[in-house]
């Protein structure tokens, strides 16, 4: 069974950084697609950005030139930094494979505010 722990997720002012981990363990990494989703309150979890398991990579419009996702296969994990923050991009942040698996992890909670 797949087992996905994300961190690095905080309170920071719009304009900051922040940069969020997963830790994947369990299936065959290096095989899959990944993800990083994210879900607001009151509204459906929405996919942000995928890595491939060739390194390519693609970003929602919301996102992108802001946020890169990357992958390290020898340790199972993927980040995702994230730039220029805005309040819209509060929300609850997940990792999971791109189709998504059954289960997800907790999060991280991502606020941006001032």
């Known amino acids: 069974q797949v087992q996905l722990v994300e961190s690095g997720g905080g309170l920071v002012q719009p304009g900051g950084s922040l940069k969020l981990s997963c830790a994947v363990s369990g299936g065959i990494f290096r095989l899959i697609s990944m993800g990083w989703y994210r879900q607001a309150p009151g509204k459906q979890r929405d996919l942000v950005a995928t890595?491939?398991?060739?390194?390519?990579?693609n970003y929602a419009d919301s996102v992108k030139g802001r946020f890169t996702i990357s992958r390290d296969n020898t340790k199972n994990t993927v980040t995702l930094q994230m730039n220029s923050l805005k309040p819209e991009d509060t929300a609850v942040y997940y990792c999971?494979?791109?189709?998504?698996?059954?289960?997800w992890g907790q999060g991280t909670q991502v606020t941006v505010s001032s």
């Open positions: 890595i491939t398991s060739g390194a390519t990579t």
């Open positions: 999971s494979r791109v189709p998504p698996f059954a289960s």
